[in-house]
């Protein structure tokens, strides 16, 4: 009776997907292909032409082309991508989730830096423990949900002195949750993963940063550069010695976020003009979400076209009771 009734399910399991296919395909072209293909290359048309109706548009052009030219580093936990992007750099990219967030792993002879922790979804400690045996200190491009979600698991975490990162220490759960939401995650979630208690844990800040601050890795230093807009307690860190610029959220390729209630345009345009003018000495730009590599030639670009949007010469779209200010590879999602 077990068999049997396993036999069932599996066959009623199975005319529910044929049932779901015949839905997303015309008669006739269903007609064509039944008459055309053998059965079981039939039967496999339709299966994948199911799944791809059920994948998320963003999740369908994934990977993305830009991590085609980088070294992969294999970690245990596949929740993670790991791409060296240059020597003692590393990218943990996440890309099952519409975030697409990117913390940065780097490593100098006495110490490591994380730059960011992610989401929270996996365990980013344990990761990072593949990749090095050195203490690693957190260091934060801001504390929104997307960026903060492992802090609680690391002893030494660093913070900008602002009210907006107090509140965020406390942790989280509503902002945590709309992670979640329908079309949110490509694929599958990691195992043991709690989808009701998921939120971003309160986590203990023990070391207050300010502008022009420099930490020391052993051979390699990076300086903090304070771009608040975004939000109140964004930053960029420089390491100048090898020209290379981790931007946070103050620019990435894709829609860049300045509609929540805590950004302030006015200082945004002000963080940029302050990075874009290093835009001659950099190598490369390492942006936090949707690719890890970028050209420094954006910065005085993005600057030139939030300018463009502050004095009413760019014209928006509307995106999802947003207004979005396109322009070519990047764009502004504001409110």
Not at 139 to 166: A, I, K
Not at 173 to 200: K, W
Request: charged share 20%; hydrophobic share 40%; glycine share 6%.
């Amino acid at each position: 009776m077990v068999a049997a009734s396993a036999t069932v399910v599996r066959l009623n399991q199975f005319l529910n997907l044929v049932l779901g296919l015949c839905r997303i395909v015309s008669p006739s072209t269903f007609r064509k292909l039944s008459m055309k293909l053998p059965l079981g290359m039939f039967l496999m048309v339709w299966l994948l032409a199911f799944v791809s109706a059920q994948t998320p548009d963003w999740c369908q052009s994934q990977p993305r082309s830009a991590y085609r030219k980088l070294e992969r580093v294999r970690i245990r936990d596949p929740w993670f991508e790991v791409y060296k992007i240059r020597p003692g750099v590393l990218a943990i990219y996440e890309p099952h989730q519409f975030e697409e967030v990117i913390s940065y792993l780097v490593i100098g002879s006495q110490k490591a830096l994380l730059f960011d922790t992610g989401m929270g979804i996996s365990n980013i400690k344990a990761a990072v423990e593949d990749l090095t045996q050195l203490p690693v200190s957190v260091v934060n491009s801001h504390t929104h949900n997307d960026h903060v979600g492992d802090n609680w698991r690391f002893t030494d975490v660093y913070g900008m002195p602002t009210d907006f990162t107090r509140m965020n220490a406390k942790g989280s759960t509503a902002d945590a949750q709309a992670e979640l939401a329908p079309g949110y995650i490509c694929g599958t979630l990691p195992t043991g993963f709690d989808v009701n208690s998921y939120r971003t844990n309160a986590f203990h800040i023990s070391h207050w940063l300010h502008d022009g601050d420099k930490i020391n890795l052993g051979d390699r230093t990076l300086e903090v550069i304070s771009t608040p807009g975004h939000t109140p307690d964004s930053i960029a860190l420089l390491d100048e010695r090898n020209g290379l610029l981790f931007t946070g959220d103050t620019f990435y390729p894709g829609p860049i976020y300045l509609y929540r209630p805590e950004t302030d345009l006015d200082a945004y345009v002000s963080s940029l003009q302050r990075l874009a003018e290093l835009a001659p000495r950099l190598q490369l730009l390492l942006p936090a979400h949707n690719v890890p590599v970028a050209d420094p030639s954006y910065l005085p670009r993005v600057l030139d076209a939030i300018r463009q949007v502050r004095h009413g010469r760019a014209k928006s779209v509307s995106r999802d009771g947003r207004r979005e200010y396109k322009f070519e590879g990047f764009s502004f999602l504001m409110s």
